[in-house]
């Protein structure tokens, strides 16, 4: 059976990240971070395979952060 993929909101992939939704807008707007869009409202909406690579992608090298941390609180209030 396939796993399906999960998918953030604007609002809870910024937190993951520890950037505003601003800065997530603004990524989007210039191919850094495009976003997938939800088919009924258009809204922007992230995958988690997606918000983990860049999170890698950030973190290699440095300490990590709390965003780990931040994926599983918001992983557990999707599952509620």
Do not use: C
């Amino acid at each position: 059976m396939s796993e399906r993929e999960l998918y953030f909101s604007i609002k809870e992939a910024s937190e993951i990240l520890g950037v505003s939704p601003l800065t997530l807008r603004n990524w989007d707007k210039s191919g850094k971070f495009p976003a997938q869009r939800h088919p009924m409202n258009n809204y922007r909406v992230y995958k988690l395979s997606t918000l983990k690579k860049v999170i890698e992608d950030i973190e290699t090298g440095t300490n990590k952060s709390n965003a780990e941390k931040r994926i599983r609180r918001l992983l557990i209030r999707h599952e509620e």
